[in-house]
């Protein structure tokens, strides 16, 4: 499969969507105006993003991203907006501390005191040696390196209340600069001065310098959802469907190393030994990281279209698919591939779920993030006979990170902190409200 230009991606997906989500009301009259709903980008420059960076007192959040920890630190992503930096010094009651606001901030993670996150299609670098008051390093930045979501902040017909007769949407020009909200304006036209086009209405829900020689050992952990995954000192980040590999120097700047095709939509990085693995929306692949300057292919399983984040231990990997209607399947399942062959992968066992979403492993046990029917226990001592064993029925759970003993699950509104010494029971110690 060639590799699919990410513009080219939103003008195939529009024509999908021109004939199901255009507003045409009943054709005036030809001595009457036409009202227009005019849908237009409001555009800014990378200067004038990184201005709004800043340190902020704690605030709450809206909506949980994605989530790392760093020695007793949490900090939990707002997405397109900022960070939450709690402290667990006592995981019976974490506390905000700080808000760090990054616009168009997705991703995140740390390698030496030193966060990395992106700033819609830029790489943008902290000093959190104060992780409480982190320095922005400005003049680290890497912009243009990756593809970002202009339709992400389009407003909903649902929330116009005027009337209007179509709607006129202004394409993205995106030699004009980084679309990071939308206008809307009704103006009325002569209907002779109205060619009557067709106007499309997207609502999508939901892109070398020398590394020294110094080891970097204190990294952050991170969910099976991540994109963003340390490697030595490598910097691993999925865009789209390649891997950019950024070297990381002696002073922490982020350099562009290089980067790889997928192939297919990379969704989700997992590092185990020298083993990289990618979660896809049609399976896993694997790679040789032994050299992270020099990544090498080993081999991938395919399944139907799914969501599928991947970890794994010494001889096995495990994947959840989830269907729904962003990834394009039905299939809601946990799936045990052997891999001890990486040239012979195998099927040894799965079993159906509900809605899964992350998932983390220690030991003998998974803990899976089983949507809206809360956190799973899976026993995994028998790779072809896996159970679940234990569960916590939550009102939803996305990702877990495990920092043992201390489990953290991402829920909707609420970060939950587990205490897992004694698996597969799962007792939970605290929780902060987002």
Not at 155 to 172: G, K, Q
Not at 243 to 270: C, M, W, Y
């Amino acid at each position: 499969m060639k590799k699919i230009s990410f513009h080219l991606f939103f003008a195939l997906a529009s024509l999908i969507f021109i004939s199901c989500e255009i507003i045409i009301l009943e054709k005036p009259k030809e001595d009457e105006y036409v009202r227009i709903l005019n849908i237009k980008p409001i555009y800014e420059t990378p200067a004038e993003i990184a201005s709004k960076v800043s340190v902020d007192p704690p605030k709450e959040s809206t909506e949980a991203g994605k989530i790392i920890t760093y020695g007793n630190y949490i900090l939990i992503n707002n997405p397109y907006d900022g960070v939450h930096i709690v402290d667990n010094s006592n995981p019976q009651s974490p506390k905000y501390k700080s808000y760090l606001t990054i616009p168009g901030s997705v991703d995140l993670s740390i390698i030496d005191n030193h966060l990395y996150t992106d700033m819609y299609s830029a790489l943008v670098t902290f000093n959190i040696t104060d992780i409480l008051n982190p320095e922005f390093k400005a003049d680290f930045t890497v912009n243009d390196v990756f593809y970002y979501d202009p339709y992400r902040t389009l407003p909903s017909l649902d929330t116009i209340e005027e009337e209007y007769d179509y709607v006129n949407y202004e394409w993205v020009n995106y030699d004009k600069g980084i679309v990071t909200g939308w206008t809307t304006e009704i103006t009325e036209e002569p209907i002779e001065d109205w060619n009557y086009p067709i106007g499309p209405y997207y609502n999508f829900e939901s892109a070398v310098q020398d590394s020294g020689n110094v080891d970097f050992n204190l990294t952050s952990t991170a969910g099976s959802m991540t994109r963003f995954l340390p490697v030595d000192r490598f910097l691993y980040t999925i865009n789209f469907n390649e891997i950019i590999v950024f070297s990381v120097g002696d002073n922490h700047r982020p350099s562009p190393f290089a980067k790889f095709d997928t192939q297919v939509q990379a969704e989700t990085l997992f590092k185990l030994n020298q083993t990289l693995f990618v979660g896809s929306t049609t399976g896993m692949l694997m790679y040789d990281v032994s050299s992270p300057s020099n990544p090498t292919y080993l081999n991938q399983i395919n399944h139907f279209r799914s969501c599928d984040p991947v970890v794994a231990d010494e001889t096995h990997a495990f994947a959840t698919l989830r269907g729904g209607t962003n990834c394009f399947t039905e299939l809601n399942e946990l799936q045990v591939y052997n891999i001890v062959n990486p040239e012979n992968l195998t099927l040894t066992d799965s079993h159906i779920l509900y809605n899964p979403h992350g998932l983390a492993i220690y030991g003998n046990h998974l803990i899976v993030c089983d949507g809206t029917a809360g956190i799973k226990v899976v026993d995994v001592t028998d790779r072809s006979n896996i159970d679940v064993v234990a569960n916590d029925n939550i009102p939803f759970a996305y990702d877990v990170i495990i920092d043992f003993p201390n489990a953290f699950v991402v829920g909707k509104g609420i970060l939950y902190q587990y205490d897992i010494s004694n698996l597969p029971a799962l007792v939970k110690t605290a929780e902060l409200p987002l």
